[in-house]
């Protein structure tokens, strides 16, 4: 497992495909510098309008639209001339192929995660915040958005695997993500929808009451729900792909 | 000779779903807006006395990032018909210009958004009179909400083209269109002169029309631009 | 002489890596021209550049005694190609696959028909090309590049990846091409037996450059055996040869004759004999046109 982690990390080290993650910062520094907000009329931490912002865009479309492009970024060298066959004639198991590549992408959005909020942090100096940075939010909201993107992967890899071209998953990617925006305005739709819950999970406004911006209940359901779905198809799905 | 080859190109996109990715993006922008009145109507329509012009509003809302995302599907799928197994080869050794080849392209993109401009005014008649919207239906407006932001995008179009003809990483397009669909999302806060900003007809004068005139001239440019960049270098 | 095609001093660099350098290639009508070196000799770079997919560094390149730059794409419509990997349309049948070309190049449409008849695909016409095996797949390139009928054919690598039917299928159909159309050939390959089968010119690069370029009977002649002789006292005894008008060579001791008929080489002894020199051995030196070829490609000289 962890040979095959290795070498997926290898590929993807030289595939110049680097450049995606980073696309973060730069979206973050865009976003952090348009800021929809201003703080003038608030009387609290210049850090959450700054937060509430920057979140909106990033969670709604950007982090989901990105993570898709990384999936099928990490599937083009096996789409490319026998790719698959190459890998898979190895002493692998189809199902330890897909964990890793899975596993390299979860890890490679927390670390696009962690680029996005130190792009906040840049953002915050230079406009010369003095506020407290609040770590806990910051924390919950990193985290929270990590794990909401996490069934959003599972489908996005089993895509990638499915077509060749970026185009095709992507264009579903987009058909699932657009409507969030939409959706987001209803409590009632938002909660069940599993390209909201990025955005809810980041949304720093939300109920505080649990570990997370949304209810257990509802990250178990949605999200959980929704990785299991995503992940076995994926999952079952790979292993039945003639290559 | 261009003729030739858009029959040609129009025969390659065959089964590739670009028609109906070209149908999809209109329909999924009022499909949006029939959710959106299908909750909540009456709420809606309480908001303005002019029913239509305020449907027409929420419609474009999503017409900009649709455009952006829409155009970098399409292109980047044209491409991608070429590179899959390196077919630009043997289409460039063929008798025929380079020149003509990106322009071929160009036309093919350019058709199907301008198809799916046209679906979205027809849809956008089509649900507004659903909704029972009034009797005086603003035909001109539907006009310009359908078809100034496909105008103003041509840059968009250009830029795209460009990138995803001469990448033979499609992902860099791609990510190209995710960054723009951001700029194009946060429209009212980009400064003038990004092209991403232009779909959504917004400038400080107020006046849709300059972003129309601005996509072709621009549109025109970054066209040519890419299309000599692309003469210019080796066929892989 | 009309020369099809004639490059002078063509060459490609890539970055500071030169590809092809100083290439003089000289092919006449109707001929057969073999163009042969191992991998990374830069026969396809230099196919790209005669199909105009890439500019040269320098030099130029006629095409029925036209300027490819000037005239490219008259050029390009008598001209049919093959490249590297056959190039296709996954999702479209064969026959659609050639219809987005026979559009392009204005035929007529029965054209398809006998093209695919040539390469025996009539039966898949209306297969998607996905499915398609390699050999299958590379027919399809071929017949691509025959829709225009045109007066030179270029093939690179054409058998590459085939099996030895598909091989000597290939071969013969390309063997057929000139002797009915009066087509001019130029097929790349590594592998000098491929060749031998049917060109009647060769071309040998190697790093770039152009080591050999001759007919192909020039090239056998190199395949001739010579025949060793091992005696006693081999320097006199090669001088004495030399000295009674017999074409001879002297190395390491061994004395190699160069003509080497029945006659010849009994003349060669009996004068040997007739000197009072032993002789221990008289041998056949057998070098295959491979040998030869690799010889050529290795040490970078000509024999
Ligand atoms: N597009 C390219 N960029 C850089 N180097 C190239 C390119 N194409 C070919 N080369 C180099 O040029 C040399 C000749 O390649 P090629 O013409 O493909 O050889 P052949 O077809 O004889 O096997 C090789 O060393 C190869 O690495
Ligand atoms: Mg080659």
Same mark, same amino acid.
């Given at each position: 497992m962890v040979s095959i982690l290795q070498s997926e990390w290898f590929k993807f080290r030289h595939s110049k495909i680097m450049f995606i993650i980073l696309t973060v910062p730069i979206i973050g520094i865009f976003l952090g510098f348009t800021s929809r907000f201003s703080n003038e009329d608030f009387e609290i931490n210049e850090w959450y309008l700054s937060l509430l912002s920057m979140n909106l865009t990033y969670a709604l479309l950007f982090l989901p639209l990105i993570t898709g492009v990384l999936a099928s970024a990490i599937c083009r060298y096996e789409h490319q001339a026998g790719g698959w066959k190459q890998l898979l004639a190895l002493p692998v198991t189809r199902g330890r192929v897909f964990i890793a590549k899975y596993v390299l992408l979860i890890v490679l959005v927390l670390v696009m995660q962690v680029l996005f909020f130190v792009a906040?942090?840049?953002?915050?100096?230079?406009?010369?915040?003095?506020?407290?940075?609040?770590?806990?939010?910051?924390?919950?909201?990193?985290?929270g958005g990590w794990v909401a993107t996490l069934p959003l992967i599972a489908l996005q890899l089993w895509m990638s695997i499915l077509f060749k071209s970026f185009a095709a998953p992507f264009a579903i990617n987009v058909i699932l993500t657009l409507p969030t925006i939409l959706v987001v305005n209803s409590e009632r739709f938002s909660s069940f929808y599993p390209w909201a819950q990025p955005f809810l999970m980041m949304y720093i406004g939300g109920e505080t009451g649990d570990t997370?911006?949304?209810?257990?209940?509802?990250l178990l359901t949605v999200v959980g729900g929704s990785f299991i779905l995503f992940f076995v198809g994926g999952y079952l799905y790979f292993q039945r792909k003639a290559v | 000779m261009i003729g030739k080859l858009l029959r040609a190109d129009f025969l390659k996109i065959k089964r590739k779903g670009l028609w109906f990715l070209s149908f999809l993006g209109p329909f999924g922008v009022i499909a949006l807006q029939m959710v959106n009145y299908?909750?909540?109507?009456?709420?809606?329509?309480?908001?303005?006395?002019?029913?239509?012009?305020?449907?027409?509003?929420?419609?474009?809302?999503?017409?900009?990032?649709?455009?952006?995302?829409?155009?970098?599907?399409?292109?980047?799928?044209?491409?991608?018909?070429?590179n899959e197994t390196n077919a630009w080869k043997q289409l460039i050794s063929l008798p025929v210009s380079k020149m003509s080849v990106y322009l071929s392209k160009f036309m093919v993109l350019g058709s199907l958004l301008f198809v799916s401009s046209l679906l979205l005014g027809v849809f956008s008649l089509g649900y507004g009179i659903l909704l029972n919207l009034g009797d005086q239906i603003p035909y001109l407006e539907l006009l310009k909400y359908s078809f100034y932001p496909y105008l103003a995008a041509l840059p968009i179009l250009a830029l795209q083209l460009w990138i995803a003809s001469v990448s033979q990483n499609q992902g860099i397009p791609i990510t190209t269109g995710v960054l723009g669909v951001i700029f194009a999302y946060s429209a009212f806060i980009l400064p003038d002169w990004m092209i991403w900003k232009w779909p959504s007809l917004m400038n400080e004068w107020d006046e849709p029309l300059i972003n129309v005139m601005l996509g072709i001239g621009v549109g025109t440019l970054l066209y040519i631009v890419g299309m000599l960049d692309f003469t210019r270098r080796d066929v892989k | 002489m009309e020369y099809v095609v004639q490059t002078t001093n063509l060459s490609k660099r890539f970055g500071k890596e030169s590809a092809v350098i100083g290439l003089d290639m000289k092919i006449r009508k109707g001929e057969i021209y073999g163009f042969l070196g191992p991998n990374g000799a830069g026969k396809t770079t230099t196919i790209r550049m005669l199909l105009g997919l890439m500019k040269a560094s320098s030099g130029t390149i006629q095409i029925f005694e036209k300027d490819l730059n000037k005239e490219k794409i008259n050029i390009l419509k008598r001209v049919g190609s093959l490249v590297e990997n056959p190039s296709y349309y996954p999702h479209l049948t064969a026959y659609e696959n050639l219809e987005a070309l026979r559009k392009i190049l204005g035929v007529p449409k029965t054209r398809i028909h006998e093209v695919l008849e040539i390469v025996r695909l009539t039966e898949v016409a209306n297969k998607k090309v996905k499915g398609f095996s390699l050999g299958m797949k590379q027919r399809l390139g071929i017949a691509a590049s025959l829709l225009n009928s045109p007066e030179l054919l270029i093939l690179d690598e054409p058998t590459n990846g085939l099996d030895p039917s598909g091989i000597i299928e290939i071969r013969n159909l390309i063997k057929q091409?000139?002797?009915?159309?009066?087509?001019?050939?130029?097929?790349?390959?590594?592998?000098?037996?491929?060749?031998?089968?049917?060109?009647?010119? &060769?071309?040998? &690069?190697?790093?770039?450059?152009?080591?050999?370029?001759?007919?192909?009977?020039?090239?056998?002649?190199?395949?001739?055996?010579? &025949?060793l002789l091992k005696v006693s006292d081999s320097e006199q005894a090669w001088r004495s040869l030399l000295g009674n008008g017999i074409k001879a060579d002297w190395e390491d001791g061994i004395i190699l004759l160069s003509e080497h008929s029945d006659g010849k080489v009994a003349k060669a002894i009996h004068t040997l004999v007739h000197e009072g020199y032993s002789i221990y051995r008289v041998e056949e030196e057998k070098r295959s046109l491979e040998d030869i070829f690799l010889q050529m490609t290795t040490r970078e000289k000509v024999i």
């Open positions: 906040v942090y840049i953002v915050g100096m230079i406009k010369g915040f003095t506020d407290p940075f609040p770590m806990v939010i910051v924390w919950k909201s990193l985290v997370f911006y949304v209810p257990w209940v509802q | 299908g909750v909540r109507k009456d709420y809606l329509l309480n908001q303005s006395d002019d029913d239509w012009g305020y449907f027409l509003e929420y419609v474009h809302s999503f017409t900009p990032l649709a455009l952006v995302l829409g155009i970098a599907i399409l292109t980047s799928f044209m491409a991608s018909i070429e | 091409l000139p002797a009915e159309t009066g087509m001019t050939i130029l097929i790349s390959s590594h592998l000098l037996t491929e060749i031998d089968q049917m060109a009647t010119t &060769v071309g040998i &690069v190697t790093k770039g450059k152009m080591i050999y370029q001759d007919s192909i009977e020039s090239l056998r002649m190199y395949a001739q055996q010579k &025949v």
